[in-house]
């Protein structure tokens, strides 16, 4: 992750003068700015530019110089800071930070300045950012979802060893596919509170500014009182009319696995047609249960997929190619890298979606060097336990990066053959689409 950008000059008699940098928070210390001029300057060769890279403390700084200049202006410096312990492709950023400091260090001090601040877009690329909230009764299940999906927890564990009760509004961020997403989840016990006292911190921290309230019941609560789950409901659905809030409001029927296996279609479609009566809503019907577990985060793949169309899109052309496939996973990444759509087999070990997306991660840095030095379009990676290949789709006028297709039980031929069947799909949709933005370029 880049941290900040920065511009200084060195004057041999005043020192530094940081003339401009990015966020406007970013600290540049006099010890570390001190370390970047004199590694510049230990170099005596004042013909070129010159690019270096040091660490300093838990950072990684590159830094660029027009060493040819020197003796005309003195030291001027382009600064760029990363997270060291964060992995990014440093190849095609040092292209892009070299480019950017060149083009700027060629103009006046004030078109300096304009193009700094038009141009630091190209750096800092923000990612969307929603705001989930997650309400429910105590004890349905709510905080073990979040630790689950979002931060790799082994249901298995969670099935046996519950966590301790919420207390208050506990909000969490996390990167998830190409979102920043805010996650708020909500203590049971204090459920009524929340939604009677409108004027209450914890009240407005919880609905204001927020994308989607998830509204989480188990199985054994409408049973044994279906009419305050209603009720409740009907509470959320007034908080968003009197406060104008524009939040989509989502039903979990949570903990499925309770109802018998003969019986389960038959009471979730009894449960649904009472719920519609009263209310327009979507309804998801969940569980941790590991035979089951598929369903919780197919259902957060459609809630996040729905805030673009295009990925509704893309994840409909993976979840029909996938189609009986057992244990196997599909992706889709951007030009961030970031991973915009996903598919995955009924079977496939949840456990390790995590562990998966970490991996997919570190080879999408490796296999863009490999694409673009050896210009390859295939990555395959093959162990006794998984099959693993990675194709450059190299649509970048639709951001789309990377397919990935992994899976435990299919040979590396037959997913070569599927990586073909889903690109033939995606190129009669992008190939109209490239020919009509062409024509009217």
């Not at 292209?95 to 877009?121: P, V």
Request: hydrophobic share 40%.
């Amino acid at each position: 992750m880049i941290i900040g950008l920065a511009f200084f000059s060195w004057d041999t008699k005043m020192g530094a003068t940081l003339e401009m940098k990015y966020p406007l928070d970013l600290k540049l210390t006099d010890e570390l700015i001190n370390k970047i001029y004199m590694t510049h300057s230990y170099e005596e060769d004042f013909t070129k530019d010159e690019i270096i890279e040091i660490t300093y403390e838990d950072q990684t700084i590159l830094s660029f110089c027009d060493k040819s200049k020197v003796t005309d202006v003195g030291y001027e410096i382009f600064v760029i800071i990363l997270d060291e312990k964060e992995k990014i492709n440093l190849y095609t950023l040092k292209a892009k930070f070299i480019d950017f400091s060149k083009k700027a260090l060629q103009k006046t001090r004030d078109d300096r300045k304009k193009y700094f601040m038009e141009r630091i877009g190209t750096f800092f690329e923000e990612s969307s950012t929603k705001k989930f909230l997650l309400i429910g009764r105590a004890s349905t299940g709510k905080t073990s979802i979040k630790k689950i999906v979002f931060e790799g927890y082994n249901p298995k564990d969670l099935l046996y060893n519950p966590l301790e009760p919420t207390r208050g509004i506990s909000p969490s961020v996390y990167s998830w596919l190409d979102l920043k997403l805010g996650l708020f989840d909500s203590s049971g016990q204090e459920l009524s509170y929340l939604l009677e006292n409108e004027n209450d911190s914890d009240h407005i921290l919880a609905f204001e500014n927020t994308d989607i309230i998830i509204y989480l019941f188990d199985y054994p609560t409408w049973v044994s009182n279906s009419q305050q789950i209603v009720d409740d409901i009907q509470k959320v659905r007034d908080i968003m009319t009197n406060k104008s809030y524009s939040a989509k409001v989502i039903l979990f029927i949570h903990k499925i696995d309770l109802i018998g296996k003969e019986s389960r279609r038959k009471i979730l479609k009894e449960i649904t047609n009472e719920i519609k009566r009263k209310f327009d809503i979507s309804i998801y019907y969940t569980s941790i249960y590991p035979k089951l577990i598929y369903s919780l985060y197919n259902a957060f793949y459609e809630l996040l997929s729905g805030f673009s169309k295009e990925n509704i899109y893309l994840k409909k052309i993976l979840d029909d190619i996938i189609g009986d496939f057992s244990k196997t996973m599909f992706f889709i990444t951007n030009l961030n890298d970031n991973i915009i759509v996903q598919s995955m087999s009924k079977d496939f070990n949840t456990v390790i979606i995590n562990h998966s997306h970490r991996l997919i991660t570190q080879l999408n840095k490796t296999f863009e060097n490999m694409a673009m030095n050896d210009k390859i379009e295939h990555l395959i990676l093959s162990s006794s336990n998984f099959n693993i290949i990675m194709n450059s789709l190299n649509y970048k006028k639709f951001s789309l990066k990377n397919l990935i297709c992994l899976s435990e039980t299919l040979s590396a031929n037959k997913l070569i053959w599927i990586i073909g069947q889903i690109r033939l799909k995606l190129k009669n949709v992008y190939y109209l689409k490239k020919k009509l933005l062409d024509k009217n370029e």
